[in-house]
């Protein structure tokens, strides 16, 4: 199972359920000033399938919409969570989404600027907070 439409640039496992995982999310977004939210509430962006983020990093901003993986059954029942990007842009807005083709899998230097940044940002800091290391998605 992939990431629907959009695809997947990458995604990432961690051990523990969704709530724990999202209330981490909520709290590194309102504690760290690199990371900010998007303000506009929509579809992708709306705090509970989809969140929209900025990170910054030195003097670059990219631009993220992250999935939280599955539905309310899956979240109420599973002790993992994923989180995959479905769509990410550079600070010169370079990217997109897989499934659309603007990241192809084989573009490793935009796919790995763009992932890294986004694991410095926010994958190793939750990480950090839930005191496990995340693993390669099985999905």
Sequence with gaps: MGGGTHGQIKCYQFPVPKSRLEEVVRNLIRNDS?????????YYNDDTMYVKVKIMEDSRISEYIFH???????????????????YAYNNERNGGSSGNGDVKWYDF????????MFERGLILKIDK??????TKCTY
């Design 129 to 134: 907070e839930i005191g496990a290391t995340h």
């Design 109 to 116: 230097s935009l796919r790995n600027e763009l992932t890294d």
């Design 34 to 42: 690199m990371v900010i939210q998007d303000s506009i509430q929509g």
């Design 68 to 86: 939280y993986y599955g539905d309310e059954n899956y979240w109420m029942s599973s002790r993992t969570s994923i989180i995959s990007i479905s």
